[in-house]
Nanobody, 126 residues
Framework: QVQLAESGGGLLQPGDSLRLSCEAS????????LAWFRQAPGKEREFVAA????????YYGDSVKGRFTISRDNDKKMVYLQMKSLRQEDTEVYYC???????????????????WGKGNRVTVGS
């Protein structure tokens, strides 16, 4: 069983930067693909970013490319989402996710991940 806990959300202004953190309890953390998703009320969960378990390749949703960066620290069992140039439309609840069996073609699909954090709200005001 893997437990994930996000931290770092808050209220920001457009153009601000923020780093979300997610701590994982996973004996074989290195073997997990890690991802961030986000969800607004009444909308489907949206893929933000992922880093594969092997080789560290990263993938991003179109709406955050060039602004967000995912990274991991295998020794600390942490995954991060560095967000820059925040926009009002980035206002959502952000979730970290993990799974050891994610295939590349499903990396952006919420259904590919068995383990989820409880979510952390990011609000970008005007």
């Amino acid at each position: 069983q893997v437990q994930l806990a996000e931290s770092g959300g808050g209220l920001l202004q457009p153009g601000d930067s923020l780093r979300l953190s997610c701590e994982a309890s996973a004996p074989t953390f290195r073997s997990y693909t890690l991802a961030w998703f986000r969800q607004a009320p009444g909308k489907e969960r949206e893929f933000v970013a992922a880093e594969r378990r092997s080789y560290g390749h990263t993938y991003y949703g179109d709406s955050v490319k060039g602004r967000f960066t995912i990274s991991r620290d295998n020794d600390k069992k942490m995954v991060y989402l560095q967000m820059k140039s925040l926009r009002q439309e980035d206002t959502e609840v952000y979730y970290c996710a993990a799974d050891s069996q994610v295939i590349l073609s499903s990396i952006s699909s919420p259904g590919a991940y068995d383990y989820w954090g409880k979510g952390n709200r990011v609000t970008v005001g005007s």
